[in-house]
């Protein structure tokens, strides 16, 4: 298998999925398995292949295949016997990129999660109090807690809901793999035009 014909593969099935997606055909596989059930489900190969073939509607499907070949083509037209030849360094390229997307997308999920969370209980300490009516009646532990996530969503509200929404929507798409190609692509450009001989200069009289 050369590099062109796995572009052409990757292309194909995510097609494919999407097709099985909008059949609800995927329910039951941890395909599309949102940043919300990370913490109940352990990671696996299926959640990273899950969120790399899959997408959220057929635009993104489109610009993300559209971009996949062009710029696989591009790097087959730099490098031919490198890219062509084997599959094997398009395929490290694209998955490369994919599962560094999929980990830097896990990880600020769980970074900015972990600052409203110590925002939390920051004000839940102070709000408690030692008397023995707030122990006996719950306060600490429950009503203490209510009320400062309510200071906390009120004065982060941006934070919270983009986390929420990030949360709900999960993150799917070959956008990491693409960017990714894309990385590699201008920097064989770039490489071609620092090693191309430069244009002689005429002389005007």
């Known amino acids: 298998v050369n590099g062109r014909s796995l572009a052409y593969g990757i292309i194909l099935t995510c097609i494919l999925v999407y097709y099985l997606q909008q059949q609800d055909l995927l329910e039951r596989v941890p395909f599309r398995v949102s940043l919300f059930q990370y913490n109940n489900l352990p990671l696996s190969i299926?959640?990273?292949?899950?969120?790399?073939?899959?997408?959220?509607?057929?635009?993104?499907?489109?610009?993300?295949?559209?971009?996949?070949?062009?710029?696989?083509?591009?790097?087959?037209?730099?490098?031919?016997?490198?890219?062509?030849?084997?599959?094997?360094p398009l395929l490290f390229i694209f998955f490369g990129g994919a599962l560094a997307g999929f980990a830097t997308n896990i990880a600020l999920n769980s970074f900015f999660q972990s600052i409203i969370d110590k925002?939390?209980?920051?004000?839940?300490?102070?709000i408690s109090c030692g008397w023995w009516v707030c122990r006996a009646s719950g306060w600490n532990q429950v009503a203490s807690r209510v009320a400062a996530k309510s200071i906390v969503y009120v004065t982060m509200f941006n934070e919270v809901l983009g986390i929420q929404l990030h949360k709900q929507v999960g993150r799917v798409g070959a956008s990491g793999g693409v960017f990714a190609l894309f990385a590699a692509s201008l920097t064989y450009k770039l490489l071609h035009l620092s090693n191309s001989p430069k244009s002689s200069r005429r002389n005007i009289d």
Do not use: P, W
């Open 46 to 88: 299926f959640h990273f292949l899950g969120a790399t073939l899959t997408h959220a509607d057929l635009m993104h499907l489109f610009s993300n295949m559209v971009g996949l070949y062009i710029y696989s083509e591009n790097l087959i037209y730099h490098d031919e016997r490198t890219f062509d030849q084997s599959m094997c």
């Open 119 to 126: 925002k939390i209980n920051k004000y839940q300490d102070a």
